[in-house]
């Protein structure tokens, strides 16, 4: 523990998408595995006050806080990898920067002087770095800046950290600086321009590298990062090499292997001791080496982007290593699933995970896939929009409400079952009007969902509008389908269930926001043990048939 918070900000040059946030992330996980209390925010350049109301193919999914902070994807990195919450602090975008300090002027609080980018853009910048800092909660917050040094939304961005690296004086505050190294086949060779422009760039800035993260294909020589060191100002040592992994969780290891750590804790005058990743290392292990497979259907709208569900995704691979299976993740377009071509498409699968999403587009084969695994015995889980569309299915096909429906997909249903929350009714603003956040859940014994959670009180993330509409929630339960977990002050159903399938369970929230490393998050272990389950009872009535 230190006495003053260290600050490292990580820069990315050149190309976005060189995986700041997993290298930001590692580092922290070394960090952290060797007892210093460190989080990480990022600071997004765009003029979206938060991306919650940006479509997935744009920015990938929306990840949601336990406060109910609607924020980058990367904040998920930061969960999965340190099992540490994050908050609204974490995330601070442009758009929010500006209407922060747009208020102040018009409550009068910069005494009329004319509001410039600087002092009062950076110094607004300055105080939400600081903020997580001087909660006296950490000793060292990373600090990943977004996009690419140069761009001109970033410049104010690199110009706090200038400011920053000189308030909190030497020791206090280091950069990072990410950087592609590409190699030309043509040529044989790795190139170091691509670097030492952005490193470049960066001084332009006023801004020095303190150490160089190179991202790369082919092993760096030693010969090249000589000559990086030396072009770029910096130690030897403090070249780091981020070669290629065959999955992110590879990565702190790496980092590891490099010595970025003891670089990192040498510059900040902190002590470095061997990081214990035991844990880490036997989840690792578990990952890799699978005694089974099994395949999972991923229904949504936004599946040629992984990283529109990149929350499922991940919570999957955590439960695949607890149950030491290697979950195969098949996503399938719910605009093209029709019920001609439903059996071929599902038939095969072990589980059907219906994805949550907005809109009425490709819901017709969300209710489909739901109608074809309900029928046909298949492990299922919904998620948001995905046990919505099980209800309306369950309405439709069981009940015998032919109309039923959401009035997001139909205003003037006959049959709303599911419906506006009464809360949103005279919203007009879509940003950060939604439920969201943590919220209470009580569980009713005999369940799924109570064998699941071994308790029944939980709290799980939200972000919707629609509900449940509890006028139809005794015909539907007398038809069959439970009501298993309500809100406890709202009464608003939050896990639905048929106790007559194998393993079938609807959730109103987001179970995939709280999956990490350390604990897998026990919806999706519970669903995954139920497709091995299904695929080794097919096998076997499969075995007995022939």
Not at 158 to 178: C, F, P, S, T
Not at 275 to 299: A, C, M, Y
Not at 395 to 412: D, I, Q
Request: aromatic letters at 6%; hydrophobic letters at 35%; a negative charge.
């Amino acid at each position: 523990m230190t006495t003053t918070t260290k600050y490292i900000f990580v820069t990315g040059g050149v190309t976005s998408s060189l995986g700041k946030g997993i290298i930001a992330a590692s580092l922290a996980k070394l960090l952290q595995a060797q007892g210093y209390r460190t989080t990480i925010q990022k600071l997004d350049p765009y003029i979206n006050v938060d991306p919650g109301t940006m479509n997935p193919y744009e920015h990938g999914e929306c990840y949601v806080t336990d406060d109910g902070a609607e924020t980058d994807l990367d904040l998920g990195h930061y969960e999965r990898f340190l099992n540490v919450t994050t908050s609204q602090s974490n995330n601070v975008t442009t758009g929010r920067i500006y209407q922060s300090v747009i208020e102040k002027e018009r409550r009068g609080e910069f005494l009329g002087k004319t509001v410039q980018v600087i002092p009062h853009i950076t110094d607004e910048i300055k105080e939400r770095v600081q903020i997580l800092g001087k909660s006296g909660e950490f000793d060292i917050v990373i600090t990943e800046i977004g996009g690419t040094v140069g761009d001109i939304e970033s410049l104010p961005y690199v110009e706090a950290v200038r400011q920053l690296k000189w308030d909190l004086g030497e020791h206090n505050a280091i950069v990072i600086h990410l950087t592609l190294v590409p190699y030309l086949s043509a040529a044989g060779e790795l190139k170091t321009k691509p670097t030492q422009h952005s490193v470049k760039t960066l001084m332009e800035s006023g801004v020095m590298a303190d150490i160089l993260v190179c991202r790369t294909e082919h092993e760096l020589p030693l010969d090249l990062r000589r000559k990086l060191a030396l072009f770029c100002n910096v130690r030897e040592e403090a070249v780091i090499q981020s070669i290629d992994a065959s999955t992110i969780y590879d990565v702190p290891n790496l980092m590891l292997e490099q010595g970025l750590d003891k670089v990192v804790l040498k510059k900040l005058d902190l002590q470095s001791d061997a990081p214990d990743l035991t844990q880490w290392n036997q989840f690792l292990k578990r990952h890799k080496n699978p005694k089974s497979e099994v395949t999972i259907g991923l229904i949504g709208k936004y599946v040629e982007l992984q990283d529109s569900y990149k929350s499922i995704l991940e919570a999957f691979i955590h439960a695949g290593a607890e149950n030491e299976v290697k979950v195969t993740v098949e996503p399938i377009h719910s605009e093209h699933l029709t019920v001609e071509n439903a059996a071929k498409a599902l038939a095969h699968l072990d589980g059907v995970l219906v994805a949550p999403g907005f809109g009425e587009r490709g819901v017709d084969g969300k209710i489909e896939a739901v109608k074809y695994v309900r029928e046909n015995n298949i492990p299922f889980l919904g998620i948001c929009l995905g046990m919505q569309m099980a209800v309306i299915e369950y309405a439709r096909n069981v009940l015998g409400l032919k109309n039923a429906n959401s009035t997001e997909m139909n205003e003037h249903t006959s049959d709303p079952v599911i419906d506006l929350m009464e809360s949103q009714k005279n919203i007009t603003d879509k940003g950060g009007t939604m439920r969201l956040g943590a919220w209470a859940c009580q569980i009713e014994d005999g369940s799924i969902a109570k064998e699941v959670y071994q308790t029944n009180a939980i709290m799980e993330r939200h972000r919707h509008r629609y509900e449940f509409n509890n006028a139809y929630k005794q015909q539907i339960e007398d038809a069959g389908m439970k009501a298993t977990g309500l809100n406890p002050e709202t009464g608003l159903v939050e896990i639905v269930e048929i106790p007559s399938h194998s393993w079938f369970v609807g959730v109103q929230y987001h179970p995939e926001y709280k999956s990490t490393v350390a604990n897998p998050h026990p919806l999706f272990v519970s669903f995954v043990k139920a497709a091995v389950d299904h695929k080794n009872e097919s096998n076997r009535v499969s075995m007995a048939q022939n």
